[in-house]
């Protein structure tokens, strides 16, 4: 049939106008095209005109009619499913999608739903599918309902990331105040347990605990089947799905430190030594073993090693002689340069190391004069305390200090040039920071205002003293330093007025084991709203000395408050 006598423009399928011409209409349930209703018609020549997934379910048997943009919905699906009833292409989904065509053709008026869970064959295996799409009565001459317009977007990347992304902060809020490795072990598989559409099984491994599972009585062997040779995850596929084991990067325990973190009644034969530890995930069936699934594995084993590698070295930490106390002290003070101080701008820091390890760690602060003339102020964490975390620590931090002051760039930016160095140096340091960026600014014709942009990668949130004694917790924060070359780095802004303070601090400062993070940004808070009168080196100090009790961490501070009015 030519197209004039189809009234119907094939050539408006684009490169499906092929599968257009391959179908025999006439022997299905539409017809021949020549005997089609004006309404399909029309709806099928809009439908073929835009390049917005959509698909027609036209008549009783809601047959599939649909447009180029919509194969990539349904991927290998396609062609097959041009021309057929829906219940026959999707068997599958027939439970969701049915009822809700049915009402539509019956009269019950346009659906809407928002990510909703489809499930789809269309590569082979049952698929975990998400989707936003709206089914529409599309009527004839005679407003009689003769079929459902289909207008889809698939969601699932988007449902899945926000899923990841949920348990990714449940488990770092879970093991942020572990107390030891036993602690750590159980919180891992409860959290991981959790977790199922993602992690249907993982085994961890970790130093000085019999390995847990988060299904009991289920193991996957421990070694993969070729060598790891450095790689942060080796993936193999059997029978039974993709299994994938990442290794957590820990430093080797001596017996000393083994026996330390070791619980009494452990069985020697079930532990594994810390350059052992690993964590073993069975992956989804429903899910497509992509690049974003690799990423959300290595963050999740990422988290558990950093944690893992804080209790190593408390652990260690506690073994060294005052001496050494003394010595690291110094080390570490000598690492760290006197505040910047700018006209208008005054700057504080203070370093406290933890009371009971090492007096050395990761931690640091920065501020120094750009060569545009803006003050930069940084403060990070490298995890660790002891005098490796302090190498590592003035490693990022020089690297850090040449980068900002050599490329002309927003904050984000410029973190965004660290996290590429740190990967492509091999700088393997997990970290924490903060870079802003404080320039002279006017608005409304004031020129005694301050713009401060910051971005924070993975660091607690900095504090805004308003010169009225109001506090504001300066959220948003991105990804920990130097995991992706590519991570996606936002850049905040805030005003600051005249006798306005910006509080920096290490997580030591509002970190206890007794309590939550939560509950340290509360007491910051109520701290500053007391002392808004305050200058920034009387302000370091009050914190230091009212500090809630008991710091398992090293603290870093750093102030800075604009001149008020004179």
Known sequence: MSVGEASIEWRGA?????????????????????????????????????????????????VLVYNEAYTELIADKHPGALGRPARDVFPEAWDVIGPMMEQVMAGGGPTWVVGAPVPLERRGFLEECYFTFSYSPVHGADRRVEGVLDIAAETTEQVVAARRQELLAQLGDQLAAVEDVDELADRVRMVLAGAPADLPLANLHLPGVPPTTTTPGEWMPAAPPYPLAGRRLVADEDEDGT???????????????RRATTAPDANEADMVSAHESILVVRCSERLVFDRGYRSFLRLVASAVAQAVGRLVTRAAERALHEQERRFSTALQRSLLTGPMQQDRLQVAVRYEPATEAAQIGGDWHDSF????????????????????????????????????????????????ALDQAMIGLD??????????????????????????????????????????????????????????????????????EPGAT?????????????????????????ALAERAGDDPEHLADALLQQKLPNPTDDIAILVLRVHPHT
């Open 369 to 416: 004069a750009l060569p545009d003339g803006a003050l930069a102020l940084t403060i990070g964490d490298v995890a660790g305390h002891d005098r490796d975390a302090a190498a590592a620590m003035a490693q990022v931090r020089n690297m850090f200090r040449g980068i900002a002051y050599t490329l002309e760039e927003p904050p984000a930016r410029v973190v965004s």
């Open 427 to 496: 700088v393997t340091t997990i970290a924490t920071a903060i870079l802003a960026r404080v320039e002279p600014t006017s608005e409304h014709a004031r020129t005694d205002l301050h713009l401060m942009r910051w971005t924070n990668a993975g660091h607690p949130p900095p504090v805004l003293l308003q010169p009225d004694g109001s506090v504001v917790v300066l959220s948003g924060h991105d990804l920990l330093l130097g995991l992706h070359a590519d991570t996606e780095r936002n850049n905040h802004a805030a005003m600051l």
């Open 243 to 257: 299994t994938a084991w990442l290794p957590l990067p820990l430093a080797v325990l001596d017996p000393v430190e």
């Open 502 to 526: 910006v509080v920096f601090y290490t997580d030591g400062l509002i970190e206890r084991r007794t309590s939550d993070l939560d509950h340290g940004l509360d007491w910051l808070t109520a």
């Open 14 to 62: 684009g490169p499906l106008q092929t599968a257009y011409e391959a179908v025999d209409w006439a022997a299905g349930p539409l017809g021949a095209v020549e005997t089609w209703t004006p309404a399909l018609l029309a709806a099928v020549d809009t439908m073929l005109h835009t390049r917005f997934p959509v698909t027609l379910f036209w008549g009783p048997e809601f």
